[in-house]
T-cell receptor, first 112, second 115 residues
Framework: SQQGEEDPQALSIQEGENATMNCSYKTSINNLQWYRQNSGRGLVHLILIRSNEREKHSGRLRVTLDTSKKSSSLLITASRAADTASYFCATDGGTGGFKTIFGAGTRLFVKA | DTAVSQTPKYLVTQMGNDKSIKCEQNLGHDTMYWYKQDSKKFLKIMFSYNNKELIINETVPNRFSPKSPDKAHLNLHINSLELGDSAVYFC??????????????FGPGTRLTVL
């Protein structure tokens, strides 16, 4: 079965608002990654958080990881229309980087 | 410079035909992947090669055969195409499978439509 499950499936917000997406997974992991996919394009890596980390920042992105709840969240602050995309979490399923298992994604729409 | 490239970008074909998709990466990575993304955007790994050797084969039908002539190329050949094969196929590469930081770089995708 699928490792990562994102929620919500879709999110629509106004420019300037914050967007929060959540991801849950089922098995132990060594790391968790977030990727972005613009329409008609390949995925682009955003950020990786290791299993022994609880929070990580990169620009307007903030990722948290709670291994006890097997969940992660991605926060995009001060969203822009250009942030409109699908966002996927991905884990290694405890394989130590040999495999990357993607969730179904959250579709974010930022209205200008 | 394109890091991971795929050809063709679009492929429309009849059921029963055989087709190939090519992938090349110029990042010097050891590991390459093929993913299938269905109409609901669910991305599923199909194959992974590390230095030309198959390391992941995710119960994909035998009609799908990957070939890696060298570590910069991973091609996907599909025999006897079926309607259910319609999807977007993504090639990706990473520095080396098994690294704790295994960021993947994706190609632009090949949209396959089987009629």
């Amino acid at each position: 079965s699928q490792q990562g499950e994102e929620d919500p499936q879709a999110l629509s917000i106004q420019e300037g608002e914050n967007a929060t997406m959540n991801c849950s997974y089922k098995t132990s992991i060594n790391n968790l990654q977030w990727y972005r996919q613009n329409s008609g394009r390949g995925l682009v890596h955003l950020i990786l958080i290791r299993s022994n980390e609880r929070e990580k920042h990169s620009g307007r992105l903030r990722v948290t990881l709670d291994t006890s709840k097997k969940s992660s969240s991605l926060l995009i602050t001060a969203s822009r229309a250009a942030d409109t995309a699908s966002y996927f979490c991905a884990t290694d399923g405890g394989t130590g980087g040999f495999k990357t298992i993607f969730g179904a994604g959250t579709r974010l729409f930022v209205k200008a | 410079d394109t890091a991971v490239s795929q050809t063709p970008k679009y492929l429309v074909t009849q059921m029963g035909n055989d087709k190939s998709i090519k992938c090349e990466q110029n990042l010097g990575h050891d590991t390459m992947y093929w993913y299938k993304q269905d109409s609901k955007k669910f991305l599923k790994i199909m194959f992974s090669y590390n230095n030309k050797e198959l390391i992941i084969n995710e119960t994909v039908p035998n009609r799908f055969s990957p070939k890696s002539p060298d570590k910069a190329h991973l091609n996907l050949h599909i025999n006897s195409l079926e309607l259910g094969d319609s999807a977007v196929y993504f090639c990706a590469s990473s520095q080396r499978a098994g690294l704790s930081y295994n960021e993947q770089f994706f190609g632009p995708g090949t949209r396959l439509t089987v009629l």
